[in-house]
């Protein structure tokens, strides 16, 4: 079995700041790591997504995240962030073998403040 | 865009009704699932359909069931709708397992 954990359900930040939303995952097997972003009433966007190789990957609308294989980590980081970011981010996984099953987090509210 | 389609996006049953769902996938895509997100939630696998065969269930009823037809569409039917079943539905498809997976913009389902 696997699960996601996003430690924070909501996250304020000034516009300009810089940003971190946590991710963990617990999984038996080896995984595949995505964040999607959701706008309100709107469906899951993919952000980014680690496969295999470089365990710092970038993503669309300036974020990037970091595989940590020891910590079970996959975090997510933007520089400065704009209101546009104003959104809801998932954390999700999927096992690399196996059906489709993506298993996601609780999902972490991100505010920017003007 | 992800190539992945879904109607309709909003409707409203009375509880004890059902409903039907559809996706169409992203073109070349074999492999469609489906995801209920209630409010306030995460998505939630309910099960995987790959060449027109289940392969994969999560938890839930077996009120829920599907179709992947030879076009690689699907159907989410779910019968004997209750207050809960209200959340939005996501379809994603992908190509083959392992491989990204892309969703479509949901279909909110309301039941009262």
């Known amino acids: 079995a696997q699960s996601v954990t996003q430690l924070d359900s909501q996250v304020p930040v000034f516009e300009e700041a810089p940003v971190e939303l946590r991710c963990n995952y617990s999984?038996?097997?080896?995984?595949?790591l995505f964040w999607y972003v959701q706008y309100p009433n709107q469906g899951l966007q993919l952000l980014l997504k680690y496969l295999s190789g470089s365990t710092l990957v970038k993503g669309i609308n300036g974020f990037e995240a970091e595989f940590n294989k020891s910590q079970t980590s996959f975090h997510l980081r933007k520089p400065s962030v704009h209101i546009s970011d104003t959104a809801e981010y998932f954390c999700a996984v999927l096992n690399s073998g196996g059906y489709q099953k993506v298993t996601f987090g609780t999902g972490t509210k991100l505010q920017v403040i003007p | 865009e992800t190539g992945v389609t879904q109607s309709p996006t909003h409707l409203i049953k009375t509880r004890g009704q059902q409903v039907t769902l559809r996706c169409s996938s992203q073109?070349?895509?074999?492999?469609v699932s489906w995801y209920q997100q209630a409010l306030g939630q995460g998505p939630q696998f309910i099960f995987q359909?790959?060449?027109?065969?289940?392969?994969g269930r999560g938890n839930f009823p077996p009120r829920f069931s599907g179709l992947q037809f030879p076009n690689y569409s699907s159907e989410l039917n779910v019968n004997a709708l209750e207050l809960d079943d209200s959340a939005l539905y996501l379809c994603?498809?992908?190509?083959?397992?392992?491989?990204?997976?892309?969703f479509g913009e949901g279909s909110w389902l309301t039941v009262v």
């Open positions: 999984s038996s097997v080896s995984v595949y």
């Open positions: 359909y790959y060449r027109e065969e289940e392969n």
């Open positions: 073109s070349g895509h074999n492999t």
């Open positions: 994603a498809s992908s190509l083959g397992t392992g491989n990204t997976i892309y």
